[in-house]
Nanobody, 126 residues
Framework: QVQLVESGGGLVQAGGSLRLSCATS????????MGWFRQAPGKEREFVAA????????YYADSVKGRFTISRDNAKNTVDLQMNTLKPEDTAVYFC???????????????????WGQGTQVTVSS
């Protein structure tokens, strides 16, 4: 069982920045592709960004492209999401997730992830 713990959420004004981090003690972390998803009240969980196990490929939702950056540090067992130029519509609970086998466009679908964190709240005020 891979345990994931998110941190870094909070309240920020529109146009501001936050950096989310997801940490795990999983020894084989470097073998997992990682994703960030978010869920706003009354809405389905949606894809935000993903990064392949090697860090060589990254994927972004159109709504965050150019504003958010996903990165990973396999030595520290962490994956981060740098969020810039935040908008009120970015308000949601953000989850990180891990997948040991999916690749490419499969990383965009939450159903393909095996392990999830508990989520961290991001609130962007207008």
């Amino acid at each position: 069982q891979v345990q994931l713990v998110e941190s870094g959420g909070g309240l920020v004004q529109a146009g501001g920045s936050l950096r989310l981090s997801c940490a795990t003690s999983e020894r084989t972390f470097s073998r997992y592709s990682m994703g960030w998803f978010r869920q706003a009240p009354g809405k389905e969980r949606e894809f935000v960004a993903a990064i392949a196990w090697s860090g060589g490929s990254t994927y972004y939702a159109d709504s965050v492209k150019g504003r958010f950056t996903i990165s990973r540090d396999n030595a520290k067992n962490t994956v981060d999401l740098q969020m810039n130029t935040l908008k009120p519509e970015d308000t949601a609970v953000y989850f990180c997730a891990a997948n040991p086998t999916a690749w490419g466009s499969d990383l965009l679908r939450p159903v393909n992830y095996n392990y999830w964190g508990q989520g961290t709240q991001v609130t962007v005020s207008s």
